[in-house]
RNA sequence: CGGGGUGUAGCGCAGCUUGGUAGCGCGCAGCGUUCGGGACGCUGAGGUCCCGGGUUCAAGUCCCGGCACCCCGACCA
């Protein structure tokens, strides 16, 4: 490819929009283009990164005996209402109506979809296990888009769906995407861990995302620093010492905290630690009933912890008359006389003495204390509510935990027969029955997995692509093109380069050697091959890594056939 | 959906406080000089100042309403 006819250029500022490295760097080396909100164009270079981001899955789906085929993107109501999902994804969705008034909705996912497929294409137990994959374009209208590609509005996902007959069949299939999401993060250069995650609304068993650890991520995760434990913060637990403490000596006893109304304001009128008060905060249960949550000042509430103990699909705070209804005062409610529901989160130290609110105007209890003052009432009631912090200790060996930003490249769900049973989705057993079938479903972002390379791979002068992904192999750079000699000499070796089978970007351009440079290193091709007049003086011409500061001169007679070799082995690596 | 911010040439920005008919850098086009790390000179093209309404002799600038985009939070590959 030519880069005089380059349908794409490059920017030497970012656009303001950008704010992360490969955001900006995405945009800078025209990877692709915002066409609205959380929509993108792909450019040619960054249209290549996909298709190889894509050929690499394809490889590893197919060696795990996962079959591609292709759903669409508009998908009919009835399917989803089916599950119910219809009304349930209603909020991030985009809809549209045929020309009869018939309901579709732009795909979200398709579970519902391949499981109507494999009612009519799986009879017998003799055709499971079975295993499909498509790559196909979501269309999700996420409220907030953000970061370029990490979060788009619509994007190419790869999504695989596993049939088995039973748990243990599921339990195979999910080990080998597990696998398979491995080999396809580490052929990619994407240095993903996996880590336990939040099933959602949906229950099921067991869920893993696999996360690429970068400050650009919006994810936050809990990770062992002994590497035993990893878990999105949104499930993410610690070890915490249940044993109690001794009664306060003191009964517990009314303070006059007039207009103290927030756990910091306490601490600095009382002069004591966050860790000493009691949080209790009032939310709306499934029957909009109110229920306290209390947690120790110096803990936050964990909303997607609560959301799964409530079994609701958003947190509802509560209003001026659940207050009045479960007689708590704004600001200075407590768990001590409260008529509402109390769950306790598993931080709060049974026995121990603490200052609550007393569900009084300006008062407050000191010497409150679980198991005394108060109770959890039932023991499905104490729970863990709290967010996990830096340093807390690992659950596992107990080792402290670090909290750090991923982005969430992909995931593996096995969510059972969730779907076939409110679909009916059923074959025909051994034993002459109909059963269930159990799945599970894998996705991968394709987009946000070429930006996340971009964002763990690069310098201060643009992208380093990793060569299994890069747009093209070599970039071959002509200094200066109005000189016939160097002109020609470059275009002998793109020529025989290109008849070999490699992939060449040739900078034939009349620039300055600042700017192909310059955008050479910007754009970020694993090779670098500049044919200038000064390299020819001694019959030669420069190779240099993009990820090397070294060049190195090589003949100019043996130069194609060198490229040719070392782009063959690099081809090699990447594919193991 | 809550909170914050920004909309002026392809990109980055100034001008707005104090109203007077739009500017800088980069990029782009032509010519010439240059040619190994974002060169130089000359000439030139390019603007519904986000949209609509209002105030005014006069609005990029002031007022009202809308829209778009970005950031932080709640949700997802």
């Not at 992360?20 to 283009?33: D, N, S, V």
């Not at 108060?374 to 863990?384: H, K, N, S």
């Not at 690069?458 to 002509?478: L, M, N, S, T």
Request: charged content about 25%; aromatic content about 6%.
């Amino acid at each position: 490819m030519r880069m005089s006819r380059l349908f794409g250029r490059t920017l030497r500022e970012p656009p303001s929009e950008a704010q992360t490295p490969g955001h900006q760097l995405m945009l800078r080396a025209a990877i692709a283009r915002p066409l609205a909100a959380g929509l993108y164009t792909w450019l040619p270079l960054g249209f290549r990164v996909a298709k190889k981001v894509e050929q690499i899955i394809r490889e590893e789906m197919d060696r795990i005996g996962c079959q591609e085929m292709e759903m669409p993107v508009l998908t009919p109501a009835e399917v989803w209402k089916t599950t119910g999902r219809w009304d349930l994804l209603e909020p991030i969705t985009f809809r549209t109506k045929d020309h009869n008034g018939r309901e579709f909705m732009v795909s979200y996912t398709h579970e519902e979809v391949v499981h109507l497929h494999a009612i009519n294409e799986i009879l017998s137990y003799r055709q499971l296990p079975a295993m499909v994959y498509h790559f196909q374009s979501k269309g999700r209208d996420e409220t907030r888009p953000r970061a370029g590609l990490l979060r788009t509005r619509e994007f190419v996902m790869k999504d695989a769906y596993s049939f088995d007959m039973d748990q243990a069949g599921l339990e195979r299939s999910y080990a080998a995407q597990h696998g398979a999401y491995v080999r396809i993060f580490r052929r990619m250069s994407l240095d993903a861990i996996s880590v336990e995650s939040d099933t959602g609304a949906m229950g099921g068993d067991v869920a893993h995302e696999f996360q690429v650890l970068t400050e650009a991520g919006e994810d936050r995760l809990a990770i062992c620093s002994r590497g035993d434990y990893s878990a999105n913060l949104e499930k993410a637990a610690r070890k915490i010492d249940d044993a109690s403490e001794p009664f306060p000596k003191a009964a517990r006893s009314e303070i006059a905290t007039p207009g103290t109304t927030t756990i910091e304001a306490l601490q600095a009128s009382l002069k004591l630690p966050a860790s000493a008060f009691l949080k209790t905060l009032l939310v709306k249960d499934r029957d909009g009933k109110p229920v306290a949550v209390v947690l120790p000042g110096d803990r936050n509430l964990n909303e997607a912890k609560l959301r799964k103990r409530l079994g609701m699909s958003d947190v509802q705070f509560a209003g001026d008359a659940d207050f009045a209804r479960a007689g708590g005062v704004a600001g200075f409610v407590g768990p001590v006389g409260l008529g509402a529901p109390v769950l306790v989160d598993t931080a709060v130290v049974a026995g121990r003495g603490y200052v609550a609110g007393a569900n009084k105007k300006d008062t407050h209890l000191k010497d409150v204390a679980l198991g005394r003052d108060f109770t959890a009432e039932r023991a499905d009631r104490r729970v863990d509510l709290h967010d996990v912090i830096e340093g807390d200790a690992c659950p596992t060996c107990g080792a402290p935990l670090a909290v750090k930003r991923g982005v969430e490249v992909g995931n593996i769900f096995a969510y059972g027969t969730y779907y076939s049973e409110k679909m009916n989705a059923t074959y025909l057993a051994e034993d002459g029955t109909r059963k269930l079938f159990v799945g599970g479903s894998y996705g991968i972002g394709v987009g946000r997995s070429v930006q996340t390379i971009i964002e763990t791979s690069h310098d201060d002068k643009g992208i380093i692509w990793p060569f299994a992904v890069a747009p093209y192999e070599v970039h071959v750079v002509g200094l200066p093109m109005n000189d016939e000699t160097v002109h020609a000499a470059a275009d002998a070796l793109v020529a025989t380069l290109e008849e070999k089978g490699v992939q060449v970007l040739y900078d034939d351009r009349d620039e300055s050697a600042g700017v192909k440079f310059a955008d050479a290193d910007l754009i970020g091709i694993p090779f670098r091959v500049t044919v200038s007049r000064r390299s020819l003086q001694s019959k030669s011409v420069e190779l240099k890594p993009r990820a090397s500061s070294e060049a190195e001169l090589v003949p100019h007679d043996i130069a194609a056939d060198r490229l040719v070799d070392i782009v063959r082995r690099a081809r090699e690596a990447a594919a193991r």
